[in-house]
């Protein structure tokens, strides 16, 4: 095979729109299936198979024609003209979008939950409807946590290593070809950091890393865990998201119009953007901060006060201090006051979301509800406006559909809604769904539950093989749920406020519900509680417990190691969704939106984005009427 039929294949494999556009998933499997059904990873398919299985593979007519389409698709993909050319023909605007994970695809494990699920799709939308946006990120060598469930029904988190050579990315070089790399001044010794591109689409995500054998060990496990650690270690990677982040961007002749902080991890690139600023015009850091500041915005996910990082005044001191003061030309005490509600105050810890606010010329929360929550946690900012005036708004989250809808539902939409229903305004959308039928519908609904509770069987299979179960517990396990039973689907983290046991609260009364000889329900739960979060661990232990020890046994089924792929399958196939938050303690939520296009319904309390969505009327017969 020539050397441009593998580079044609890794140019395909670097780009995760494959991660939403599954037009070549048949290319990838025909090269390696095992390593495909694993992996639903491209590159690591390229990087495991051998020429000569590559090379077969091409040597099939129909597959060498798939990845010339494919190819070709991308190139025509890059280079038609977008919904945001076609608004805004004249603009030059850049954005760069700052994030601590982003939830992209299963085979770049960089993310946790919902922040990296909003920041994920918003890349991918992004892309789709050609917004300028530069993701910035940090590239986390073992990842968020990955989940075993023991013999007594308790969490074990493990930590596997994330090679990068198997990961979709490439090096950031420089024209000579050395790594890329930026220098961040820390206590004692600077740290080198090496930067990662992902190509996204039309869009870029760079990444940065610090496990460089240039820094001491110390120093390389800076970007090991992602919510790993204790404060400092916390502290040390948002500095090097927002310092480290914005310098990059500088090394890379990228300047951006706005910079979208996605929650307060980010909020120190409001310092150094002030930094820049202020070397560039010959101004002092407050001119520079109320002028950078414009263009700035901050999105907050918390509704709750304790969900902001904050840092001990010592630790912020040790770590910036003489930042502040060569760098800034303010004091310590200065620089604090940043992230206080009372400047005066010495023993009151920085608060980033507190900086993040000040920093930004836009605030918003996630949700209408959110808004009104965020205003009254940032109303001490504000002494004596009146509530309804604190300036914080709100951008309701939204999913990127087509990486959330199955086949059939796809083929549905595509079919009464056509193929570029998601790339412009929904006006139209309303009629053209109500053309699909109630016999479609319904049959959306059955092959969508049939392929959920299929996957189910066989990946509760696996996880008890690799748990080392006995042959019995693992043949049963193929044989659990009914692909006709009313499906109910429970997945997100396992925290006290999101309630996740709360049907367990009259458990007698739950079995006879699942158990019901004439309307029989089901359920499949998966989430992970964070490894300090002992009461959200406690909650899986109670579900594994009743699941083991309950008669309804067989129609309940708890799937551990909660990952994008489980993601994908459950809201494809859960005829109900239930979401139980403690209102208004959910930002805004946003698994329900992706049940919704595939067919489903959402059960949830009136909380983030349902308090907006839901119409009494919907679902009773009568069209309803103006929101």
């Given at each position: 095979?020539?050397?441009?039929?593998?580079?044609?294949?890794?140019?395909?494999?670097?780009d995760l729109r494959w991660s939403w556009n599954h037009a070549g998933d048949e290319v990838?499997?025909?090269?390696?299936?095992?390593?495909?059904?694993?992996?639903?990873?491209?590159?690591?398919v390229l990087q495991s198979a051998s020429r000569d299985r590559i090379e077969r593979a091409?040597?099939?007519?129909?597959?060498?024609?798939?990845?010339?389409?494919?190819?070709?698709?991308?190139?025509?993909?890059?280079?038609?003209?977008?919904?945001?050319?076609?608004?805004?023909?004249?603009?030059?605007?850049?954005?760069?979008?700052?994030?601590?994970?982003?939830?992209?695809?299963?085979?770049?494990?960089?993310?946790?939950?919902?922040?990296?699920?909003?920041?994920?799709?918003?890349?991918?939308?992004?892309?789709?409807?050609?917004?300028?946006?530069?993701?910035?990120?940090?590239?986390?060598?073992?990842?968020?946590?990955?989940?075993?469930?023991?013999?007594?029904?308790?969490?074990?988190?493990?930590?596997?290593?994330?090679?990068?050579?198997?990961?979709?990315?490439?090096?950031?070089?420089?024209?000579?070809?050395?790594?890329?790399?930026?220098?961040?001044?820390?206590?004692?010794?600077?740290?080198?950091?090496?930067?990662?591109?992902?190509?996204?689409?039309?869009?870029?995500?760079?990444?940065?890393?610090?496990?460089?054998?240039?820094?001491?060990?110390?120093?390389?496990?800076?970007?090991?865990?992602?919510?790993?650690?204790?404060?400092?270690?916390?502290?040390?990677?948002?500095?090097?998201?927002?310092?480290?982040?914005?310098?990059?961007?500088?090394?890379?002749?990228?300047?951006?119009?706005?910079?979208?902080?996605?929650?307060?991890?980010?909020?120190?690139?409001?310092?150094?953007?002030?930094?820049?600023?202020?070397?560039?015009?010959?101004?002092?850091?407050?001119?520079?901060?109320?002028?950078?500041?414009?263009?700035?915005?901050?999105?907050?996910?918390?509704?709750?006060?304790?969900?902001?990082?904050?840092?001990?005044?010592?630790?912020?001191?040790?770590?910036?201090?003489?930042?502040?003061?060569?760098?800034?030309?303010?004091?310590?005490?200065?620089?604090?006051?940043?992230?206080?509600?009372?400047?005066?105050?010495?023993?009151?810890?920085?608060?980033?979301?507190?900086?993040?606010?000040?920093?930004?010329?836009?605030?918003?929360?996630?949700?209408?509800?959110?808004?009104?929550?965020?205003?009254?946690?940032?109303?001490?900012?504000?002494?004596?406006?009146?509530?309804?005036?604190?300036?914080?708004?709100?951008?309701?989250?939204?999913?990127?559909?087509?990486?959330?809808?199955?086949?059939?539902?796809?083929?549905?939409?595509?079919?009464?809604?056509?193929?570029?229903?998601?790339?412009?305004?929904?006006?139209?959308?309303?009629?053209?769904?109500c053309i699909a039928t109630d016999a479609q519908l319904w049959s959306l609904r059955n092959?969508?539950?049939?392929?959920?509770?299929?996957?189910?069987?066989?990946?509760?299979?696996?996880?008890?093989?690799?748990?080392?179960?006995?042959?019995?517990?693992?043949?049963?396990?193929?044989?659990?749920?009914?692909?006709?039973?009313?499906?109910?689907?429970?997945?997100?983290?396992?925290?006290?406020?999101?309630?996740?046991?709360?049907?367990?609260?009259?458990?007698?009364?739950?079995?006879?519900?699942?158990?019901?000889?004439?309307?029989?329900?089901?359920?499949?739960?998966?989430?992970?509680?964070?490894?300090?979060?002992?009461?959200?661990?406690?909650?899986?232990?109670?579900?594994?417990?009743?699941?083991?020890?309950?008669?309804?046994?067989?129609?309940?089924?708890?799937?551990?190691?909660?990952?994008?792929?489980?993601?994908?399958?459950?809201?494809?196939?859960?005829?109900?969704?239930?979401?139980?938050?403690?209102?208004?303690?959910?930002?805004?939520?946003?698994?329900?939106?992706?049940?919704?296009?595939?067919?489903?319904?959402?059960?949830?309390?009136?909380?983030?984005?349902?308090?907006?969505?839901?119409?009494?009327?919907?679902?009773?017969?009568?069209?309803?009427?103006?929101?």
């Amino acid at each position: 095979m020539a050397v441009v039929d593998f580079d044609l294949l890794a140019e395909l494999a670097l780009d995760l729109r494959w991660s939403w556009n599954h037009a070549g998933d048949e290319v990838w499997e025909k090269i390696d299936p095992e390593i495909w059904r694993l992996t639903r990873n491209p590159w690591v398919v390229l990087q495991s198979a051998s020429r000569d299985r590559i090379e077969r593979a091409l040597g099939d007519p129909a597959i060498r024609q798939k990845v010339d389409d494919l190819v070709r698709t991308r190139g025509v993909a890059n280079h038609a003209p977008t919904w945001f050319q076609q608004a805004h023909p004249d603009s030059q605007l850049c954005v760069a979008y700052f994030s601590m994970e982003y939830m992209l695809c299963e085979g770049l494990p960089i993310y946790s939950g919902g922040l990296g699920n909003v920041a994920g799709d918003q890349l991918k939308a992004a892309s789709d409807l050609g917004v300028p946006v530069v993701g910035v990120g940090l590239l986390y060598s073992q990842g968020y946590f990955r989940q075993v469930i023991d013999g007594d029904g308790a969490q074990q988190a493990l930590y596997p290593f994330n090679d990068p050579g198997q990961l979709p990315i490439t090096p950031l070089r420089q024209p000579d070809g050395e790594w890329l790399r930026l220098k961040i001044d820390l206590p004692g010794y600077p740290v080198l950091v090496r930067a990662w591109h992902v190509q996204v689409g039309r869009n870029s995500l760079y990444l940065l890393d610090s496990n460089d054998a240039a820094n001491v060990p110390a120093l390389r496990g800076i970007t090991s865990e992602l919510y790993g650690g204790g404060p400092e270690l916390r502290l040390q990677q948002e500095l090097l998201l927002g310092i480290g982040g914005w310098r990059l961007l500088a090394a890379l002749g990228i300047k951006p119009d706005v910079c979208h902080l996605n929650e307060g991890h980010a909020a120190f690139l409001v310092l150094e953007r002030a930094h820049e600023f202020m070397q560039e015009h010959g101004v002092p850091f407050e001119q520079a901060l109320a002028t950078t500041r414009a263009g700035n915005v901050f999105t907050t996910h918390t509704a709750v006060e304790a969900g902001f990082d904050r840092y001990d005044p010592v630790l912020i001191e040790r770590y910036l201090g003489t930042f502040a003061e060569l760098k800034l030309g303010i004091t310590g005490q200065r620089l604090l006051s940043l992230g206080r509600r009372n400047a005066d105050d010495q023993s009151e810890p920085f608060n980033m979301a507190y900086l993040a606010v000040r920093g930004s010329g836009a605030v918003n929360g996630v949700s209408r509800l959110h808004a009104e929550v965020s205003r009254a946690l940032f109303g001490p900012l504000f002494a004596r406006w009146p509530a309804a005036e604190i300036p914080v708004g709100y951008v309701t989250n939204g999913v990127h559909t087509p990486s959330w809808d199955s086949a059939p539902a796809d083929e549905l939409w595509t079919e009464t809604c056509g193929r570029g229903r998601w790339l412009g305004n929904t006006q139209s959308l309303e009629a053209q769904i109500c053309i699909a039928t109630d016999a479609q519908l319904w049959s959306l609904r059955n092959r969508n539950r049939e392929a959920l509770v299929i996957y189910a069987r066989d990946r509760l299979s696996q996880l008890l093989a690799a748990s080392g179960s006995g042959a019995g517990d693992i043949e049963s396990a193929r044989h659990l749920l009914d692909t006709g039973t009313l499906t109910l689907g429970f997945a997100r983290r396992f925290a006290t406020y999101k309630r996740p046991n709360l049907l367990l609260h009259d458990p007698e009364r739950l079995i006879n519900l699942l158990t019901n000889p004439a309307r029989p329900v089901q359920i499949i739960l998966a989430g992970k509680a964070h490894p300090a979060d002992r009461p959200g661990q406690q909650l899986i232990r109670q579900w594994t417990n009743f699941i083991r020890h309950s008669p309804a046994r067989r129609h309940v089924i708890f799937l551990s190691d909660y990952d994008m792929l489980l993601t994908e399958q459950m809201v494809q196939g859960a005829d109900v969704w239930l979401n139980t938050p403690r209102r208004p303690w959910e930002a805004c939520g946003t698994s329900g939106m992706k049940v919704l296009v595939n067919g489903g319904l959402n059960l949830s309390e009136l909380d983030g984005w349902w308090s907006e969505a839901y119409q009494p009327d919907l679902g009773s017969g009568r069209r309803p009427g103006p929101r």
